[in-house]
């Protein structure tokens, strides 16, 4: 497809559960960010990777959230142990390195029980 | 520490008229600001952006100021149409903004009224 994509759009889980939200980046672009968008709050930075080097993780909030980038297109971001307060919309965002801005996919809304 | 701020969360326009939507940024390493635009169950959209060497940028009925100075940019809107209807993120960034994370204000919401 022509812009970043992201699965699943929704997702419910139970606290203690763990869950895989997946990104699928615009076809070339190097730049993969995740961001984490609570309700009514604007997106804040989690990780970012340029190709399948991990750069900077620094905002991932625990060490239950993981991501990986293992070929250097698709991404997974995979958060162990579920907790309330990591209800939030994921989203993802993908850049041509060197230039143009970050292109966002519509996110996945992750709900914990 | 919120180093990037939208103090206004709504903003209500007449259709044809000018919208105006400030942000204000704390962080002096900022070099680089743009604005997306949101719609319900979407993510955002990339509007406009500007360098810090500049102090405005035009693009169609979007223009952004900057005000290095003052640590104030603002997004300019003329005319308003009802498609606009949308939350508005500020964002900023410490360099060319392919490859830096962003930090976003809280967003404003506008809504044009036909």
């Known amino acids: 497809g022509a812009g970043v994509s992201q699965s699943p759009r929704y997702k419910v889980a139970k606290r203690g559960q763990d869950v895989a939200l997946r990104c699928d980046p615009i076809s070339g672009h190097v730049s993969l960010f995740w961001y984490q968008q609570a309700l009514g709050q604007g997106p804040e930075f989690l990780t970012y990777f340029q190709n399948e080097a991990q750069l900077d993780k620094s905002g991932l909030p625990s060490d239950r959230f993981f991501a990986e980038r293992p070929e250097g297109s698709v991404s997974t971001l995979k958060i162990q142990r579920t907790q309330q307060e990591d209800s939030a919309v994921y989203l993802c965002?993908?850049?041509?390195?060197?230039?143009?801005?970050?292109?966002f996919g519509d996110g996945t809304r992750l709900s914990i029980l | 520490d919120q180093q990037v701020k939208q103090n206004s969360p709504s903003l209500s326009v007449q259709e044809g008229r000018i919208s105006i939507l400030n942000c204000d940024y704390t962080?002096?390493?900022?070099?680089?600001f743009l604005w997306y635009k949101k719609y319900p169950a979407e993510g955002p959209t990339f509007l406009i952006s500007i360098s810090s060497i500049k102090d405005k940028n035009e693009d169609g009925r979007f223009t952004v100021f900057l005000n290095k100075s003052a640590k104030h940019l603002s997004l300019h809107i003329v005319p308003s149409q009802p498609g606009d209807s949308a939350v508005y993120f500020c964002?900023?960034?410490?360099?060319?903004?392919?490859?830096?994370?962003?930090?976003f204000g809280t967003g404003t919401r506008l809504t044009i009224i036909p």
């Open positions: 962080n002096s390493m900022f070099d680089y």
């Open positions: 965002a993908s850049s041509f390195e060197g230039s143009g801005p970050q292109h």
């Open positions: 964002a900023a960034s410490a360099r060319w903004f392919g490859n830096e994370k962003l930090t």
